[in-house]
């Protein structure tokens, strides 16, 4: 399978409410697989939703096995925050606005609920990235880009450098 076009700022799908997956059937597993390989073949991707592939329902994926060995990848379907801790503020991107980062408040520790692929409910309290990125996907899956959570858009806000080799 090729990766997918993400879908960048602004597209207007992004801005969209995602809808509940009902049921999991082949759709929903092509759609989670193309998710997958649409991740991993975007540099440092630790997360996707798939709003940002022009998919307007709730999945998303969080893997942050790149980043911290031994993590293990997160099919979310349905996710729903439940609660929220200890805010800080840290500089995050994301790949439908790869030309910038900026820096965002979110809480430090989440308790999240959403279905697996067998549709069985699951449950997990997380801190740090994996609870930012979590945070994020679920941004996008209610049509929120991390720049609609920034302070301001002026201090808050900047331009990815580019390096020549």
Not at 33 to 49: D, K, N, S, Y
Not at 57 to 74: E, N, R, T, W
Request: contains cysteine; hydrophobic residues 40%.
């Amino acid at each position: 399978m090729r990766p997918t076009h993400i879908r960048q700022f602004p597209d207007p799908v992004l801005g969209k409410i995602s809808s509940l997956v009902k049921r999991n059937d082949r759709a929903i597993e092509t759609l989670i697989e193309r998710l997958i390989v649409t991740m991993r073949h975007q540099p440092g991707g630790i997360g996707i939703a798939a709003p940002q592939i022009g998919v307007l329902k709730q999945v998303a994926i969080v893997d942050l096995s790149i980043k911290i060995p031994g993590a293990k990848q997160l099919i979310l379907i349905n996710p729903k925050i439940i609660s929220f801790e200890d805010e800080d503020i840290f500089r995050e991107g994301c790949m439908s606005l790869p030309d910038y980062t900026a820096n965002v408040r979110r809480a430090d520790r989440v308790l999240v609920k959403w279905q697996d692929m067998d549709f069985k409910d699951c449950e997990l309290e997380t801190t740090g990235l994996e609870a930012r990125c979590i945070q994020h996907e679920v941004d996008h899956l209610n049509g929120l880009l991390f720049v609609d959570r920034v302070s301001s858009l002026k201090s808050d806000v900047f331009r990815r450098k580019v390096y020549l080799k």
